[in-house]
């Protein structure tokens, strides 16, 4: 299966999340992630849905269904190789009283993230990256007890010299 990450440009609208969802429903189209954000343009509002699909044409089939929504500016999907992505993980993690000590200088150098929060018993464990990179160091910060585990959807600018909104429909569009 291919990945496909969908950057859709909406008016802020109440239940535009529902109507641009409900497509994907009716295809019987599964949704990895979604993440919703301002961007900085007033009033317009980003959708960064990724989808894994076998068939191009059926992606852009939905791109056509999706660009047809009132409210919905514009629409475009990438491949990941177009695009610069990333996602977020928080990792809480036990540190009780004669347990296996963390090593954070190991956790700061080798895998990139960062101790955002100390608690008594616990630590909370940032990190950042692709999929693959939070995965893997899932499979170290196991070796401790995860007390919660939670990653946000993807955010991802496209590889191209322009900014994005800059393809939208012409408009007295104001920065945020």
């Not at 909406?10 to 239940?15: H, L, V």
Request: glycine share 6%; proline share 2%; hydrophobic share 40%.
């Amino acid at each position: 299966m291919t990945t496909y990450t969908l950057s859709i440009f909406t008016s802020n609208t109440i239940g535009l999340l529902n109507r641009i969802t409900i497509i994907f429903t009716r295809r019987r189209l599964n949704i990895e992630s979604l993440t919703v954000c301002e961007t900085e343009r007033q009033g317009v509002s980003r959708f960064t849905i990724v989808i894994r699909h076998d068939s191009r044409e059926a992606v852009e089939k939905l791109v056509r269904q999706i660009r047809k929504v009132v409210d919905v500016l514009a629409v475009f999907g990438y491949l990941d190789h177009e695009i610069v992505f990333n996602e977020i993980a928080l990792f809480k993690i036990a540190t009780p009283l004669g347990g296996t000590p963390l090593n954070i200088k190991e956790i700061n150098i080798d895998w990139n993230a960062k101790v955002v929060h100390w608690g008594l018993d616990y630590v909370v464990i940032e990190k950042n990256g692709t999929e693959v990179e939070i995965a893997e160091f899932y499979q170290y910060i196991k070796n401790w007890e995860i007390l919660e585990y939670l990653k946000s959807g993807r955010v991802a600018v496209g590889k191209t010299e322009k900014g994005l909104v800059e393809y939208l429909p012409e408009g007295d569009w104001q920065t945020v």
